[in-house]
């Protein structure tokens, strides 16, 4: 958790949803997508 009280991965999605859908659109399936946010929950 970080100070906003919110897993990591999605504080950081919150604050960076444009970057991170192009990049989701761009570089990623969804399913690659949902593992790497998986790993980095767990990290």
Not at 19 to 24: D, P
Request: proline share 5%; aromatic share 10%; with cysteine.
């Amino acid at each position: 958790m970080n100070d906003d009280g919110m897993p990591i991965p999605y504080s950081f999605m919150a604050r960076n949803t444009r970057e991170l859908q192009h990049y989701i659109n761009n570089e990623v399936s969804s399913n690659e997508y949902e593992q790497m946010a998986q790993s980095s929950i767990h990290c």
